[in-house]
């Protein structure tokens, strides 16, 4: 944590912050809780921006919001994961001690190499012959949530809420149909998800964490008693053919069907939360203007585009937390080994330094920079497959349903990294 000087003010690095400074920014993040600071956190992130790229972040570490130096920490080796070593190094009575911080810190996102490595090899990947695959499972599910959806309105209701009867729907019914899960399961590991996330915020709290304790336990189990199922009973499904892989690499078969929880889990979680937000706040983008529902009428071939877009303008996840390799500087800051820098992606992909006029929404932009899915050796594994997801929800969209208008403001989950629509009430225009 930041030294406190008798005079109130605080020394960490080269820079020295003012009291006020610390109150300042505390206050900052409080607004980001409330609902209009969900609604619209960027007015927010531009006053963050404006103290500088690189600040000291007031319960300890670094706030980055320049886009530039956002990008060299992901892709740089001088900057590592919080791994499972690193969350033991931070004490027995902090937020990192936390049973679902320390499973979340074996998960492959929380590795460092060479473990890193080992495991994403082991887990192989979305390439282009699984995506072709997967989009004619994918493109079926979305048709049938369409037609669920277009009934509803049909059928006389004023409105019918996107974000439950699709958004939430796609990635669990994509992930689980891949991963050959129990249909009667998926609405209850859907939920498991999200408690679990508070383990990942930015900054929990005790009763937030207890949720994702108990949610993550559970996911251990069910996954557990799973692995074990398909041990008995080997098929063609992805968990299947990691235990063969596992079974090569580890002697221990205990050690190896951990391994293989562990992959499950991130591969659950990847696939879910951020995905749901990112058909959401797509959707959200192009239900609030008409103008854009006509453009990609007409221009269908704008669609990613407009989901990249999506990406920058407002990221699934909008903070993404690295710690220093060793001593060095950050822009001029000194930052010590082990500090975390929190880099504030959703601040950044607004630094008018990188996009400019970025506070305006546009898929006519020549170039689309986002840190949306991470960078470097931790570029998100599932990225394919989420642009697959929306590419095909958007398309779907615009062309087998009359043009839908947005009923009322959506509310948002109090969080500040991982965004959550929490509903999508759209309308027939």
């Known amino acids: 944590m930041a030294a406190v000087a008798q005079k109130g003010a605080a020394t960490v690095g080269s820079l020295t912050t003012s009291s006020s400074d610390r109150r300042a920014t505390v206050s900052l993040f409080s607004r980001l809780r409330t609902a209009e600071g969900q609604a619209d956190p960027f007015p927010l992130y531009t006053e963050l921006r404006s103290k500088g790229g690189v600040r000291p972040a007031p319960w300890g570490g670094f706030l980055v919001t320049s886009f530039d130096a956002c990008d060299r920490v992901l892709r740089s080796a001088e900057w590592l994961e919080p791994d499972k070593g690193w969350r033991d190094r931070q004490g027995p009575r902090t937020r990192w001690s936390a049973p679902s911080s320390r499973e979340i810190g074996s998960t492959m996102p929380a590795l460092n190499p060479p473990e890193h490595t080992r495991v994403r090899r082991a887990a192989g990947g979305f390439d282009r012959t699984a995506i072709q695959q997967m989009s004619r499972t994918v493109l079926r599910l979305t048709d049938g949530l369409l037609d669920t959806l277009a009934e509803r309105l049909r059928d006389g209701e004023e409105h019918a809420d996107f974000a439950a009867l699709v958004s939430e729907e796609l990635p669990i019914a994509t992930i689980g149909a891949w991963l050959a899960l129990p249909s009667a399961d998926w609405p209850r590991l859907r939920e498991l998800t999200h408690e679990q996330v508070f383990t990942q915020e930015l900054l929990p709290s005790g009763s937030q964490l207890a949720r994702s304790d108990v949610a993550m336990a559970e996911l251990r189990s069910y996954f557990m008693e799973l692995i074990r199922d398909r041990r008995r009973h080997p098929g063609d499904d992805p968990v299947s053919r990691w235990i063969t892989t596992w079974d090569a ?111 305006r929404f546009d898929p006519h932009r020549k170039a689309f920079h986002n840190l949306a899915f991470s960078g470097g050796i931790h570029y998100c594994l599932g990225a394919p497959l989420a642009r697959l997801e929306a590419h095909t929800l958007l398309r779907q969209l615009v062309g087998r349903l009359p043009r839908l208008t947005l009923a009322r403001r959506p509310l948002r989950a109090p969080r500040v990294a991982f965004r959550r629509l929490l509903n999508l009430d759209v309308a027939l225009a």
Not at 251 to 278: G, N
Not at 307 to 323: G, K, M
Not at 342 to 357: E, F, I, N, S, T
């Open 249 to 359: 690499m580890e002697s221990d078969p205990d050690k190896a069907d951990e391994a293989v929880y562990f992959l499950v889990l991130f591969v659950l979680l990847a696939a879910l939360e951020t995905t749901s937000t990112l058909l959401s706040t797509m959707t959200l983008h192009l239900v609030e203007d008409p103008a854009r529902w006509d453009l990609l009428t007409a221009r269908p071939d704008l669609v990613p585009a407009f989901v990249e877009e999506t990406l920058r303008y407002d990221p699934p996840a909008h903070v993404i937390s690295r710690v220093a390799a060793r001593d060095g500087l950050l822009d001029g800051v000194e930052v010590r080994a082990d500090d975390m820098v929190h880099l504030m992606v959703g601040a950044a992909h607004r630094d008018p330094a990188k996009h400019p006029d970025p506070d």
